[in-house]
């Protein structure tokens, strides 16, 4: 690679074939291109944020949901068994006794 008198290279410079030199591309930010894109920045950040914020409650609430009906549920079957197992339940004196008796009869 070459370099001009003040020592720049010349990669930068665009060939004889296209004519006469070019000037430098985006020199000048736009102020306007610049505004529509913070705009627009800032409006997809709160965006992602309301949906996040909307997909976690929905979440959260059929999670809570869930939780509590089997609380419930489990709790409601927990009385239904123990109700059931004591109207069926002998006294454990009077099982041992059968169970006794039985193997003494072999």
């Not at 006469?20 to 591309?25: F, M, N, R, V, Y």
């Not at 939780?67 to 099982?95: F, G, H, K, M, W």
């Amino acid at each position: 690679m070459s370099a001009d008198e003040n020592g720049h290279d010349n990669w930068h410079q665009h060939s004889a074939e296209e004519g006469a030199p070019q000037g430098e591309h985006t020199a000048q930010a736009s102020a306007k291109a610049m505004g529509l894109t913070i705009i627009f920045m800032t409006l997809g950040v709160l965006f992602v944020i309301i949906v996040l914020v909307v997909y976690f409650q929905n979440y959260m609430s059929n999670y809570k949901a869930m939780i509590n009906e089997t609380t419930d549920a489990a709790a409601a079957a927990s009385v239904y068994r123990d109700t059931q197992l004591a109207s069926i339940s002998a006294p454990v004196d009077a099982a041992m006794a059968k169970v006794i008796a039985d193997y003494a009869k072999d």
